[in-house]
């Protein structure tokens, strides 16, 4: 069959490059090309496995509250010592 196909200029330099490598004539090339193409898009999508995730306990939050960025930043940094008192209390030492 004969047709007519306006390839854009990336499209095209890449058939260039294979062409000239494996010394094929640029017909080879665009049926070869097609062929992968019309396969990969016909097939149905594989079924993907589920993933889970694994839960890890961190323990405890180190600070009362995550709305103080400042705060969340020292206990990182090591700036300020946490101590827990008890599961309601936590007193900041520097």
Known sequence: MRTTLTLD???AAILERLRKSRDASLKDLVNEALRRGLKDMTNRTKRHERLQTRSVALGR???ASLDNIGEALAVAESEL???LVDANILI???
Do not use: G, K
Request: glycine fraction near 0%; charged fraction near 25%.
């Open 9 to 11: 200029d990336d499209v």
């Open 61 to 63: 939050l180190r600070i």
């Open 81 to 83: 010592q946490v101590i």
């Open 92 to 94: 900041y030492a520097m």
